[in-house]
């Protein structure tokens, strides 16, 4: 694992912070591929899964923000722990959410990400269980 591919995750945040859908998209290989995401449990590939996945994301908050907090370096991936702050967009109520992901990236850009609700479980998916690192901020 490269310092730029942990780079190109770490500017993910910022740039998924913008909104800015082509900036979004110029992150990720054409064939990425996102499992996860708004609907963990399935996954989204092929015909624009990218613009999908954004537009799934901002459909139901009024805001939302995606704070980095770590990334650990595995055997050909990156591990990232982030936070997910929202307002929602019917409710107004606000949400904190922790998560986790996992990335493997192809020439520079994310060609996958598989998005986790409990950070231990992607701590064992990216095959780290010996990392001692603490996944609660």
């Known amino acids: ?50 613009g999908r996945w954004v537009a799934e994301t901002q459909e139901p908050w009024a805001e939302v923000r995606w704070e980095h907090e770590r990334v650990v370096e595995g055997d050909g991936l990156v591990l990232s722990f982030y936070r997910a702050v929202g307002i929602g967009r019917r409710s107004g109520v606000d949400v904190v959410r922790d998560l986790a992901a996992v990335y493997r990236i192809r020439d520079g850009l994310i060609a996958n990400e598989r998005v986790y609700l409990d950070r231990d479980e992607a701590v064992e998916a990216a095959g780290l269980r010996e990392w001692t690192g603490d996944t609660s901020f």
């Open 1 to 50: 694992m490269s310092q730029q591919d942990v780079e190109v995750v770490r500017r993910s945040f910022d740039v998924w912070n913008t909104g800015d859908v082509e900036a979004i998209r110029g992150l990720y290989a054409e064939d990425a591929v996102i499992e996860g995401g708004t609907g963990l449990g399935r996954t989204l590939e092929a015909g624009d899964p990218i």
